[in-house]
Nanobody, 123 residues
Framework: QVQLVESGGGLVQVGGSLRLSCVASGGTFSNYAMAWFRQAPGKEREFIVSITSRGGTIYAADSVKGRFTTSRDNAKNTVYLQISSLNADDTGVYYC????????????????WGQGTQVTVSS
């Protein structure tokens, strides 16, 4: 059983940047592909970006390419989400998730989830 804990969210101005972290415990982190999703109020959970277990391949949604990227440190059981050029549409709760490979974009594939961290972008 994998437990995930996100951190790093907060209030940021339009155009700003954030780095979110997700620390895993309870499993062999390097066995899992990791992904980030977000959910805005009243909207469905949305795939953002994923990374393979060894970090060799990153897949990002078209809506965030060039602004969001992810990385991982398997020695620290941590995956990161670097967000830049934030706009109001980026407001929401950001979740990390873990699953066996191959990586997927559908949230229903991921059995392990963190509790989420809130990102609010203000103008």
């Amino acid at each position: 059983q994998v437990q995930l804990v996100e951190s790093g969210g907060g209030l940021v101005q339009v155009g700003g940047s954030l780095r979110l972290s997700c620390v895993a415990s309870g499993g062999t982190f390097s066995n899992y592909a990791m992904a980030w999703f977000r959910q805005a109020p009243g909207k469905e959970r949305e795939f953002i970006v994923s990374i393979t277990s060894r970090g060799g391949t990153i897949y990002a949604a078209d809506s965030v390419k060039g602004r969001f990227t992810t990385s991982r440190d398997n020695a620290k059981n941590t995956v990161y989400l670097q967000i830049s050029s934030l706009n109001a549409d980026d407001t929401g709760v950001y979740y990390c998730a873990a699953a066996g490979e191959p990586i997927a974009t559908r949230w229903t594939v991921y059995p392990y989830w963190g509790q989420g961290t809130q990102v609010t972008v203000s103008s």
